[in-house]
């Protein structure tokens, strides 16, 4: 078994490998957003598809008085899960074998695909057409380290059983949710890619979803019946018994399960939960919080092989890529309790805008914005963008069932990058830096921070208000502002300013601070007297009426 951290903060994570796969942010996240940004059809078709998930996520969680309990036990259970990591891991791979299973440790990208590519190859025939053919069911871990991509030169298609899976691969795209991969897309698209994609389909095929469903399940069906290999991702591994679990809302992920000969798991070292007990809690959060159901339409459990039931070769291989330096993280690795519900980029307000694509990985919207650089160092190509890629309102730890708080993530990951950079360097990039937009922010914050600190320096700082006031009401605002403002009047306007400050009006209007404070507290004064003289009267007056 390869090492895994124990999560007592004994080591670092800066000598630990980072992930390899599909984990990193290609570019700058505000650079990618922008195009994104441009695309109107694309932010209607997000806009509306959070918002319908939303709405209905707020429903199936109200129907549940002990909601919050829910979400604490889930946060403790995953607590523990990453405290006693190694040993679990020990146990479920015991247990595992010892129901007929087969475990494989892998400790990067390349080593996973490496043995899921040596399994197929062992057990999947070679067609007329000379390769191999593999089901899938929807799997986060096989996404994040490339597995369709790396197999396809091999001689072995996968294909994707997932409905929205499907569509993502028929159009050669990219997932953008990590619940519903073609959420970017909308209906009359997906029949252009169905009518292009899928040989045989229809060519008078509509935009109505039952006959978009019905053309996939045809699709498929042949694939289903003679495919001899498939290979799966995990939601829950039971540390106790071995047991894998999947669940699902359309059936595909049981056909795959129950009718290939051999079963191939790829499931994250994080996944595991101690015992069947705690699926009592997650079979009710996982649901509600992505799907809004109140239980997944197919829930699937396997223990190892059972003669006579389902594949008879079954395999799991245990992935650690960059999770152990996750789990170093004192401050972070909170992020591996996510159950990859989605809830935090359905309330999101920069993911309904941008959408998936922008964040580079596998893992998008606010739980992407730090589990890629946790897992991969925030320095990684320019996974550094990422944890910007928040305004810090909130909102995903309000909504995320296991209590990350991403917000707090998000900005110790920030300082490490701004920490980072600024480590080691040279006089001349120090002056650089000084001078690029991050460097403007710090030196305002800095003289905001100096002026705000002394009330004298602030009144000195409002003499200037009148002038500016007279400047922007003969513009009607400011619409264009140089440096690092630049950016916030790049997309919206400063209205203008008013004659004088909050604090000369108060003056003007109401005396002093301190003739204002003297005159409250002998108000207050006066009031209270007045108060105790009419409670005593009433106490007397009750006291008659006793």
Same mark, same amino acid.
């Given at each position: 078994?390869?090492?895994?951290?124990?999560?007592?903060?004994?080591?670092?994570?800066?000598?630990?490998?980072?992930?390899?796969?599909?984990?990193?942010?290609?570019?700058?996240?505000?650079?990618?957003?922008?195009?994104? %940004?441009?695309?109107?059809? =694309?932010?209607?078709?997000?806009?509306?598809?959070?918002?319908?998930?939303?709405?209905?996520?707020?429903?199936?969680?109200? !129907?549940?008085?002990?909601?919050? $309990?829910?979400?604490?036990?889930?946060? @403790?259970?995953?607590?523990?899960?990453?405290? #006693?990591?190694?040993?679990?891991?020990?146990?479920?791979?015991?247990?595992?074998?010892?129901?007929?299973?087969?475990? &494989?440790?892998?400790?990067?990208?390349?080593?996973?695909?490496?043995? +899921?590519?040596? =399994?197929?190859?062992?057990?999947?025939?070679?067609?007329?057409?000379?390769?191999?053919?593999?089901?899938?069911?929807?799997?986060?871990?096989?996404?994040?380290?490339?597995?369709?991509?790396?197999? #396809?030169?091999?001689?072995?298609?996968?294909?994707?059983?997932?409905?929205?899976?499907?569509? +993502?691969?028929?159009?050669?795209?990219?997932?953008? &949710?990590?619940?519903?991969?073609?959420?970017?897309?909308?209906?009359?698209?997906?029949?252009?890619?169905?009518?292009?994609?899928?040989?045989?389909?229809?060519?008078?095929?509509?935009?109505? *979803?039952?006959?978009?469903?019905? @053309?996939?399940?045809?699709?498929?069906? &042949?694939?289903?019946?003679?495919?001899?290999?498939?290979?799966?991702?995990?939601?829950?591994?039971?540390?106790?018994?071995?047991?894998?679990?999947?669940?699902?809302?359309?059936?595909?992920?049981?056909?795959?399960?129950?009718?290939?000969?051999?079963?191939?798991?790829?499931?994250?070292?994080?996944? %595991?939960? *101690?015992?069947?007990?705690?699926?009592?809690?997650?079979?009710?959060?996982?649901?509600?919080?992505?799907?809004?159901?109140?239980?997944?339409?197919?829930?699937?459990?396997?223990?190892?092989?059972?003669?006579?039931?389902?594949?008879?070769?079954?395999?799991?291989?245990?992935?650690?890529?960059?999770? /152990?330096?996750?789990?170093? $993280?004192?401050?972070?690795?909170?992020?591996?309790?996510?159950?990859?519900?989605?809830?935090?980029?359905?309330?999101?307000?920069?993911? #309904?805008?941008?959408?998936?694509?922008?964040?580079? /990985?596998?893992?998008?919207?606010?739980?992407?914005?730090?589990?890629?650089?946790?897992?991969?160092?925030?320095?990684?190509?320019?996974?550094?963008?990422?944890?910007?890629?928040?305004?810090?309102?909130?909102?995903?730890?309000?909504?995320?069932?296991?209590?990350?708080?991403?917000?707090?993530?998000?900005?110790?990951?920030?300082?490490?990058?701004?920490?980072?950079?600024?480590?080691?360097?040279?006089?001349? #990039?120090?002056?650089?830096?000084?001078?690029?937009?991050?460097?403007?922010?710090?030196?305002?914050?800095?003289?905001?921070?100096?002026?705000?600190?002394?009330?004298?320096?602030?009144?000195?700082? !409002?003499?200037? %208000?009148?002038?500016?006031?007279? %400047?922007?009401?003969?513009?009607?605002?400011?619409?264009?502002?140089?440096?690092? +403002?630049?950016?916030?009047?790049? /997309?919206?306007?400063?209205?203008? =300013?008013?004659?004088?400050?909050?604090?000369?009006?108060?003056?003007?209007?109401?005396?002093?601070?301190?003739?204002?404070?003297?005159?409250?507290?002998?108000?207050?004064?006066?009031?209270?007297?007045?108060?105790?003289?009419?409670?005593?009267?009433? /106490?007397?007056?009750?006291?008659?009426?006793?």
């Amino acid at each position: 078994m390869p090492a895994v951290l124990r999560a007592d903060g004994a080591e670092i994570a800066d000598g630990l490998p980072g992930a390899q796969g599909n984990v990193f942010e290609r570019e700058p996240f505000p650079q990618y957003a922008s195009r994104e %940004l441009e695309d109107e059809q =694309l932010r209607r078709n997000l806009g509306h598809a959070t918002k319908t998930i939303r709405e209905k996520r707020l429903g199936a969680v109200a !129907e549940l008085p002990d909601w919050e $309990d829910l979400r604490d036990s889930g946060a @403790a259970i995953k607590q523990r899960v990453m405290a #006693e990591l190694p040993d679990l891991l020990e146990q479920f791979a015991d247990a595992f074998e010892a129901r007929g299973g087969h475990v &494989h440790w892998a400790r990067d990208a390349e080593e996973a695909n490496s043995i +899921v590519r040596d =399994l197929i190859e062992e057990n999947a025939p070679i067609l007329g057409n000379g390769r191999r053919e593999v089901v899938k069911i929807k799997s986060m871990a096989t996404q994040e380290i490339g597995l369709n991509e790396y197999l #396809e030169p091999h001689g072995i298609d996968a294909f994707e059983t997932d409905l929205a899976e499907l569509i +993502v691969q028929l159009g050669d795209d990219l997932p953008s &949710h990590i619940l519903v991969p073609a959420i970017h897309k909308n209906r009359s698209e997906i029949r252009d890619i169905f009518l292009e994609g899928i040989p045989g389909v229809d060519p008078g095929l509509t935009d109505d *979803p039952g006959k978009l469903a019905e @053309a996939a399940r045809q699709h498929l069906r &042949h694939k289903f019946l003679t495919t001899k290999v498939a290979v799966s991702g995990a939601n829950f591994g039971i540390a106790s018994t071995g047991t894998l679990g999947v669940v699902e809302s359309e059936g595909n992920g049981r056909m795959c399960l129950t009718l290939p000969e051999t079963l191939i798991t790829v499931m994250g070292v994080e996944k %595991l939960l *101690p015992q069947p007990e705690d699926l009592e809690v997650f079979l009710q959060l996982l649901p509600r919080s992505s799907t809004a159901e109140r239980m997944n339409p197919y829930t699937s459990f396997w223990t190892g092989a059972t003669a006579g039931d389902g594949p008879q070769n079954v395999h799991v291989v245990l992935m650690d890529n960059g999770r /152990s330096r996750a789990l170093a $993280d004192e401050w972070g690795r909170s992020a591996l309790n996510c159950i990859r519900c989605s809830a935090c980029m359905n309330v999101c307000p920069v993911y #309904e805008r941008t959408g998936g694509h922008a964040y580079g /990985s596998t893992y998008p919207g606010p739980i992407g914005a730090i589990l890629s650089p946790l897992m991969t160092g925030v320095q990684a190509e320019e996974n550094n963008s990422l944890p910007y890629a928040s305004s810090l309102c909130g909102a995903c730890f309000d909504a995320c069932p296991v209590k990350i708080d991403i917000p707090s993530i998000l900005v110790h990951l920030r300082g490490e990058d701004v920490s980072t950079t600024q480590e080691g360097e040279s006089a001349t #990039e120090r002056v650089r830096d000084a001078t690029s937009s991050s460097g403007q922010l710090s030196a305002g914050l800095a003289a905001a921070s100096w002026a705000m600190a002394d009330g004298r320096r602030i009144a000195l700082a !409002e003499r200037a %208000l009148p002038i500016a006031a007279a %400047l922007t009401r003969f513009t009607g605002g400011i619409s264009r502002l140089p440096g690092v +403002v630049g950016k916030w009047t790049s /997309s919206r306007d400063i209205p203008a =300013l008013p004659d004088q400050s909050f604090r000369n009006w108060w003056r003007k209007t109401r005396g002093t601070d301190a003739d204002a404070i003297a005159a409250q507290q002998e108000a207050g004064a006066g009031a209270g007297a007045g108060a105790g003289a009419g409670d005593d009267q009433g /106490s007397q007056k009750e006291g008659d009426a006793r």
